[in-house]
């Protein structure tokens, strides 16, 4: 039986380079909506998604986050921001920025997730309050190149998963 969403998971890669594309406002909102529909702790959902699309906003982006400057090379960009006194903050939006990122390359985007809390910078530039943290800058975008769906390194799955307690083998 094909199940779309592991084949998404399955072949999801980081993209890093982007086509100088538009992505249609239909699929910016799908992936707005993803972040929004998923699920939270307690349902309290304590955290904030911006879309950047302004060229210039996201060259700033690709300015301030050290390991992501090609955010500038986007088409959008979705800033993660979480309230710093929930519990499950960061929880709640790490598990959001996967549906987006599997959302967005279900429609054919790249994305790859850039920074990991306390990005200051970010925050003041897109007038986030204090009482938030910024988790992650997430840029999107067609990707420049072909990229390998489906081809990863990863541990074999035994080393990896066990079945009832740690160590004992998973078939």
Do not use: C
């Not at 100088?20 to 529909?37: F, G, K, T």
């Not at 906003?57 to 500038?72: C, E, K, N, S, V």
């Not at 840029?139 to 004992?168: D, I, T």
Request: cysteine-free; overall charge positive.
């Amino acid at each position: 039986m094909h199940n779309p969403v592991f084949e998404a998971v399955r072949t999801v890669l980081a993209v890093r380079e982007y086509q100088d594309r538009e992505v249609s406002p239909e699929i910016v909102r799908r992936v707005a909506e993803a972040a929004h529909l998923t699920a939270s702790s307690t349902n309290l959902q304590p955290w904030h998604f911006i879309v950047v699309r302004e060229r210039e906003t996201l060259r700033r982006l690709g300015q301030l986050m050290r390991h992501g400057p090609y955010i500038a090379g986007s088409a959008f960009a979705l800033v993660v921001a979480y309230e710093r006194e929930s519990r499950f903050g960061v929880s709640d939006a790490s598990r959001a920025i996967q549906s987006m990122i599997l959302a967005a390359w279900g429609d054919g985007v790249g994305s790859n997730w850039t920074g990991f809390t306390g990005i200051t910078d970010v925050a003041r530039e897109l007038g986030i309050p204090d009482e938030y943290d910024v988790l992650a800058v997430v840029p999107f975008g067609y990707p420049a190149r072909a990229v390998g769906r489906g081809r990863k390194k990863r541990k074999p799955l035994g080393e990896v998963v066990s079945s009832e307690r740690f160590g004992q083998p998973f078939s």
